[in-house]
């Protein structure tokens, strides 16, 4: 039957099925790209700083695993094993680079008693409500509140709803942290440029004291971030010095998790995973795609990690469960 439907040739001979044509052109450009994403991801310490462009790239690093997708597409369309297999390499990459920081925290850690639930975020400047966001973390169960990006008029109404709950604070700058345990040596940090923008205190916790630190880092743009790097770099020096062997830090330090910046205090001080997985981004608020916002800290195990919607800001808040 299949021979009857068989177009004959002129010299009476069955026309061999015709083959989809492949496409080399695509193919190599493909295999270019995907050698150049791999290298991008692999290597981002190396693009230069000039016109912010290490900025650029490490905000957004994990966004360019999209580019994977399409890639294996368009291999698949130029009918080249070749290019496939190419584009298999960033997604290797990105894959090692990013998929044991994404995974939900409950497969790697279980609840514990004695524990100390920290709430940080940036309560946007003029927004208006920095006490309803006060309120919000409370109502989660937080132990220590550090607010950022705060004026005198915002830490006067922050102070007048938490003072009942939280009797101990200290607050500098754009910077203040509320504490259900009594808050001792509290300092200001000028971080070496002059600026009031951090927080160093000991939590008398009841098993023992816990550094604490709370910052609001320089604003970082693609042009001028020079600042928020020294700020950065100097805050890393604080933690080997720091004689308690449990230590948080926390607060919007302006730089994403794959910034070259923070590497500083991320090579000293762990940044747990969220509660149900993925990277934690927490601005813009309204479609958060970038992490400034973070809760760092050693000696401790983190339990729980999530962010959350409180007040009008425009950055989510973090808060962090650490058992003591």
Known sequence: MSALLEKPRQNGHPTPPRRRRSHPALAIAVCLASLALALLLGAHVLVPRMLGLSLIVESALPWFGA????????GLVARSRGAVAAALIPAIVWGVMFVPGIVPLSQSAGGASGTLTVASQNVEADSGTAAESAQALAAEGADV??????DDAARAEVEAVLSESYPHSYGIGTVGVWSKYPIENAQALDLGLGWQRGIAADLATPTGLVSLYVIHAASARPADHAARDEMLANLADYVPRDENARLIMMGDFNAGSSDRSLAGLTDQLAE?????????????????????????SRGMEVTSNTTLRAGSSDHLAVI???AL
Do not use: C, K, S
């Not at 580019?67 to 368009?74: C, G, K, R, S």
């Not at 509140?145 to 705060?150: C, D």
């Open 67 to 74: 580019a994977v997708p399409v890639l294996l597409v368009a």
């Open 145 to 150: 509140i550090g607010l950022q990006e705060m």
């Open 272 to 296: 747990a995973n969220q509660n149900g997985g993925g990277f934690g981004f927490t601005w813009p608020a309204a479609f958060p795609a970038t992490r400034p916002d973070h809760v760092l």
């Open 320 to 322: 962090t469960t650490l």
